[in-house]
């Protein structure tokens, strides 16, 4: 018993092949050099040196200023009431002049930095803030206890301080600023690294000082990205990762296999047809 054979269409053997030829292609663009940090040679001579910069006080940020002197009973009435989580037993009384509990880790509520730059500070009323930096209020703070304390010192934090993580990162979001500097490749181990999509050759920072917006884009496989004024970050920076060419590849890659899957099926069918037909 024969089967007349119905020939698979000339256009569909083309097309297949086509898909094939076209995805190993795309599959072998790309280069290793392109995800690797830092290439090149480093010249230790300007690379070698760590500039940190005081952060500067924005409106919106939360201040902790805490005052210390020789004279605690002075110093208590320039601190806000301490909030403390009592973990044991027993009391005591820190430099501020506040009382402690014994293993707690005491806060206060913080200063606000209002829409017009200033904080309602404890005992001393209105001081404008905006734009300084700790340095600078430690100096303000300073002109104005001195009368009033003996050998005043400042413990001043900004405790709200944050960056956004956008696009190809491996946890895009919002993260806080832990301690007092954060450097960029920090940033990005916290959030995850870039994606094996994300361009490392134009990554873009949108950061606001004293109300403009400043743009930069910056190159992280060139070392001179250690001496960056971006390299610190700094509050409510925006850190943007864009896709590189492979994402789109990828993107293509995945509609060709839906086209091939979709090409190889009307084949298959077109096989059975003629080998049933008759």
Same mark, same amino acid.
């Given at each position: 018993?024969?089967?007349? =054979?119905?020939?698979?269409?000339?256009?569909?053997?083309?097309?297949?092949?086509?898909?094939?030829?076209?995805?190993?292609?795309? =599959?072998?663009?790309?280069?290793?050099?392109?995800?690797?940090?830092?290439?090149?040679?480093?010249?230790?001579?300007?690379?070698?040196?760590?500039?940190? $910069?005081?952060? @500067?006080?924005?409106?919106?940020?939360? /201040?902790?200023? $805490?005052?210390?002197?020789?004279?605690?009973?002075?110093?208590?009435?320039?601190?806000?009431?301490?909030?403390?989580?009592?973990?044991?037993?027993?009391?005591?009384?820190?430099?501020?002049?506040?009382?402690? @509990?014994?293993? =707690?880790?005491?806060?206060?509520?913080?200063?606000?930095?209002?829409?017009?730059?200033?904080?309602?500070?404890?005992?001393?009323?209105?001081?404008?803030?905006?734009?300084?930096?700790?340095?600078?209020?430690?100096?303000?703070?300073?002109?104005?206890?001195?009368?009033?304390?003996?050998? #005043?010192?400042?413990?001043?934090?900004?405790?709200?301080?944050?960056?956004?993580?956008?696009?190809? $990162?491996?946890?895009?979001?919002?993260?806080?600023? #832990?301690?007092?500097?954060?450097?960029?490749?920090?940033?990005?181990?916290?959030?995850?690294?870039?994606?094996?999509?994300?361009?490392?050759?134009?990554?873009?920072?949108?950061?606001?000082?004293?109300?403009?917006?400043?743009?930069?884009? /910056?190159?992280?496989?060139? #070392?001179?990205?250690?001496?960056?004024?971006?390299?610190?970050?700094?509050?409510?920076?925006?850190?943007? $990762?864009?896709?590189?060419?492979?994402?789109?590849?990828?993107?293509?890659?995945?509609?060709?296999?839906?086209?091939?899957?979709?090409?190889?099926? @009307?084949?298959?069918?077109? @096989?059975?047809? =003629?080998?049933?037909?008759?």
């Amino acid at each position: 018993m024969t089967y007349n =054979s119905w020939p698979v269409p000339q256009f569909l053997v083309r097309v297949m092949l086509g898909l094939t030829f076209l995805a190993v292609l795309l =599959s072998s663009c790309g280069s290793t050099k392109e995800l690797n940090y830092m290439q090149g040679s480093f010249d230790t001579t300007k690379l070698s040196q760590a500039k940190i $910069i005081d952060p @500067i006080i924005q409106k919106g940020d939360i /201040l902790s200023i $805490i005052v210390y002197s020789d004279n605690p009973d002075a110093t208590k009435i320039y601190n806000q009431p301490l909030i403390t989580t009592s973990s044991s037993s027993g009391s005591g009384v820190d430099a501020g002049g506040s009382t402690l @509990i014994a293993g =707690s880790s005491p806060t206060s509520g913080g200063y606000l930095v209002d829409e017009k730059g200033n904080i309602e500070f404890q005992g001393l009323g209105l001081i404008h803030v905006d734009s300084l930096t700790r340095s600078t209020l430690r100096d303000t703070l300073n002109e104005r206890l001195k009368p009033f304390l003996t050998n #005043p010192y400042y413990n001043i934090r900004i405790v709200n301080r944050r960056y956004t993580m956008l696009g190809e $990162i491996g946890k895009p979001g919002i993260y806080s600023i #832990p301690g007092d500097q954060i450097n960029l490749f920090e940033a990005l181990g916290l959030a995850g690294d870039l994606t094996f999509y994300g361009r490392r050759d134009n990554v873009l920072f949108i950061r606001e000082t004293n109300g403009k917006r400043q743009f930069a884009r /910056l190159d992280l496989r060139k #070392p001179e990205i250690l001496v960056s004024p971006y390299f610190y970050l700094q509050q409510n920076d925006i850190i943007i $990762i864009e896709a590189n060419k492979k994402k789109i590849v990828a993107n293509d890659q995945t509609t060709l296999r839906d086209v091939s899957l979709v090409a190889t099926a @009307i084949s298959v069918f077109a @096989i059975i047809y =003629s080998i049933f037909r008759n």
